[in-house]
T-cell receptor, first 115, second 116 residues
């Protein structure tokens, strides 16, 4: 069966440390992998996108890696701050016939940064 | 103020009643989507539309209907056939894969639907 799993429902870390979130998938071959941030009661907000042939992508304090052999993406937030506390969603972009695109979302990891 | 507007923010449905959730975008995006989010679960695709006057079923379309008569608008009707409608509903749009090669989703603020 096809699955997308994000590590642990919740992750608590100390301010200033690096937060690492994991996204694992089975039986998919995504063309792209995306990460979104969702705050309580709000819609998700796009953060980063990485292609299947890219190993790593950075944006300010954010870093995403993508290993298509392991079928895994890691999402890192360096120098974490309490304002980074939110739920982070992994999403696979699956391409089908005529480049039709379908986005499959993981259930998310709730990240809490304590001062 | 560009973006995606969903209304209402909260909606209550009585037994046997159809309700319609509004989604409007002024981003000039070709594609629009409806997702349902239940506590502790990922977003599940209900319906999507890649161009005006065309739409396709997603993974959980039963009990829902949509229309796409205008590029800016993609309303979702939750019919009485949907027996478990209580959820957080999210509308999204994207520029379109044909134009950019990517499918980055831009979301509205959501509508929380509850059953009375």
């Amino acid at each position: 069966s096809q699955k997308i799993e994000q590590n642990s429902e919740a992750l608590n870390i100390q301010e200033g440390k690096t937060a690492t979130l994991t996204c694992n998938y089975t039986n998919y071959s995504p063309a792209y992998l995306q990460w979104y941030r969702q705050d309580p009661g709000r819609g998700p907000v796009f953060l980063l996108l990485i292609r299947e042939n890219e190993k790593e992508k950075r944006k300010e304090r954010l870093k995403v890696t993508f290993d298509t052999t392991l079928k895994q993406s890691l999402f890192h937030i360096t120098a974490s701050q309490p304002a980074d506390s939110a739920t982070y969603l992994c999403a696979l972009d699956i391409r089908g016939y005529s480049s039709a695109s379908k986005i499959i979302f993981g259930s998310g990891t709730r990240l809490s940064i304590r001062p | 103020d560009g973006g995606i507007t969903q209304s209402p923010k909260y909606l209550f449905r009585k037994e046997g009643q159809n309700v319609t959730l509004s989604c409007e975008q002024n981003l000039n995006h070709d594609a629009m989507y409806w997702y349902r989010q239940d506590p502790g679960q990922g977003l599940r695709l209900i319906y999507y539309s890649q161009i005006v006057n065309d739409f396709q079923k997603g993974d959980i379309a039963e009990g829902y209907s949509v229309s796409r008569e205008k590029k800016e608008s993609f309303p979702l009707t939750v019919t009485s056939a949907q027996k478990n409608p209580t959820a957080f509903y999210l509308c999204a749009s994207s520029i379109g894969v044909i134009r950019t090669g990517k499918n980055i989703q831009y979301f509205g603020a959501g509508t929380r639907l509850s059953v009375l």
